[in-house]
């Protein structure tokens, strides 16, 4: 069964700070590899997708993320952290399998920028 | 505003209770998914729709049924409820297969 894994579970930084959250997939097929977030109190929003093309991937707020097929990974990094992405993030894998698109998603990684 | 409408947003209601909470996909979308958020589980996907047809079951217990209208809109059926059914529940869409999900702002049911 494919699963999604992401090792921190909370991560408190400072301001100005770099960012990289891990995220692995067990999955051997083709996938397509997504980061959500989700403020305090609100929905998820989608910060960047990958489906095919330059692994690097550059999504919204200056979050880009890496696909890195070999390692079964796609960790989203940030050069330099604001107050404003304290919040939870998720990585979510969907398997490319006829008739379903299930998004499964890790557990999550709660992000505390500090002023 | 994702385009997803979930209504109620808050729900309270008792043990033993049923209830019904809808969605309305985005315009166009014909796929509808359930999520479960909890604080102890996370997020755990119930069930996808696909224009009208069910196409996959997650983590869905059998007092919970859904379905999706010719509308295209959804409606998740939670019966029998226990203290541990309180949580957030996600509606997202999609308008395919192998496309980014738009999350609704989710119903927060508790079960007292």
């Known amino acids: 069964a494919q699963s999604v894994s992401q090792h921190n579970h909370h991560v408190i930084l400072s301001e100005a700070a770099s960012l990289e959250l891990g995220c692995n997939y067990s999955?051997?097929?083709?996938?397509?590899l997504f980061w959500y977030v989700q403020y305090p109190g609100q929905h998820l929003q989608l910060l960047l997708k990958y489906f095919s093309g330059d692994p690097l991937v550059k999504g919204i707020k200056g979050f880009e993320a890496e696909f890195i097929k070999s390692k079964f990974s796609f960790n989203l990094r940030k050069p330099s952290v604001q107050w404003s992405d304290t919040a939870e993030y998720f990585c979510a894998v969907n398997a490319e399998r006829t008739g379903a698109n299930n998004l499964f998603f890790g557990t999550g990684t709660r992000l505390t920028v500090i002023p | 505003d994702s385009g997803v409408t979930q209504t109620p947003k808050h729900l309270i209601t008792a043990t033993g209770q049923r209830v019904t909470l809808r969605c309305s996909p985005r315009s166009g979308d014909l796929s509808v998914y359930w999520y479960q958020q909890s604080l102890d589980q996370g997020l755990q996907f119930l069930i996808q729709y696909y224009n009208g047809e069910e196409r996959a079951k997650g983590n869905i217990l059998e007092r919970f049924s859904a379905q999706q209208f010719p509308d295209l809109h959804s409606e998740l059926n939670l019966s029998s409820l226990e203290l541990g059914d309180s949580a957030l529940y996600f509606c997202?869409?999609?308008?395919?297969?192998?496309?980014?999900?738009?999350f609704g702002q989710g119903t927060r049911l508790t079960v007292v």
């Open positions: 997202a869409s999609s308008v395919r297969r192998n496309t980014e999900a738009f």
């Open positions: 999955y051997g097929g083709t996938v397509n």
